[in-house]
C-alpha cells in the first residue's frame, strides 16, 4: 500500500509538471521556455514528500507540495511557518513572488534575505540581491541571518543561477541553519511521511 501510495504521487506529480512544462503559464516569470524552472518545483516538491530522503522533507513536504505550480517560488522559510504547516502564508508569498517580484531596490535596502519580512524567502528574493549587486558572502550572511531553512530543487537551482546566481551561493544555501533544520526533521515521528493537506 505504501510503495502504491508513493507511486501515485510520484505519477502526478510528473504528469502535472509535464503538463504545464509543456503549455507555460502566464502567472510565471519569464517565457515559457524559461518557466520549467519554476514549474519544476512543483514536481519537486511533490516527489520529495513521497519519495524523498528526510533531507528534502523538512520543506518540500510541509510547504511545497500544497502550493500547486507556483510552489516552486518558495525556497526556505522559518521553522514556525514549517512547523505551523503555514500553507496559506506560504501561498501569499507565492502570490507576491508573481505579481510584485522583489527589486534589486528593495535588496540594496533589506537587512536580510527575507527582502518582504514575510518569514519566506523566494526565487524572485534572491536575484534580486544579485542584481542588487550584493556580493556571495553577504548573500550568505544575509540568508543566514533570517534563520530559515532552505531546499531547493535541481530546477529551482538551475532558475538561480540561469539568472547570474553564483553556483557557490545556490550550494551552499542548503547548508545554512542545519541546527534548525536537525531540530525539526527531530520533531517528525521517525518513518512517517508528511502530505500536505
Known amino acids: 500500500m505504501m510503495i502504491t501510495r508513493l507511486y501515485q504521487s510520484f505519477v ?12 507555460g503559464c502566464s502567472s510565471l516569470p519569464g517565457q515559457p521556455s524559461t518557466q520549467g524552472a519554476v514549474i519544476g518545483g512543483l514536481g519537486g516538491a511533490a516527489a520529495g514528500a513521497a519519495i524523498g530522503g528526510k533531507e528534502h522533507q523538512v520543506l518540500g513536504a510541509l510547504i511545497g507540495g500544497a502550493l500547486g505550480a507556483g ?14 504547516k503555514d500553507h496559506s502564508g506560504a501561498q501569499q508569498a507565492t502570490q507576491s513572488a ?14 536580510t534575505a527575507d527582502l518582504n519580512s514575510d518569514g519566506f524567502v523566494t526565487l524572485d528574493e534572491v536575484v534580486a540581491m544579485h542584481q542588487a549587486g550584493i556580493s556571495d558572502s553577504e ?26 546566481v553564483s553556483s557557490n551561493v545556490v550550494t551552499q544555501m542548503q547548508n545554512l541553519n542545519k541546527e534548525t533544520r536537525n531540530q525539526l526533521l527531530n520533531q517528525q515521528p521517525s518513518g512517517v511521511i508528511s502530505h500536505p493537506q
Open 71 to 84: 510552489g516552486g517560488y518558495v525556497i526556505g522559510a522559518n521553522s514556525d511557518k514549517i512547523t505551523g
Open 98 to 111: 508573481q505579481t510584485q517580484p522583489a527589486t534589486a531596490q528593495q535588496a540594496r535596502t533589506a537587512t
Open 12 to 23: 502526478a506529480a510528473a504528469g502535472l509538471a509535464l503538463l504545464l512544462n509543456s503549455t
Open 139 to 164: 548573500m550568505l550572511r544575509r540568508l543566514q541571518i533570517t534563520g530559515q531553512v532552505f531546499e531547493l530543487t535541481a530546477e529551482q537551482q538551475k532558475y538561480l543561477i540561469d539568472r547570474g
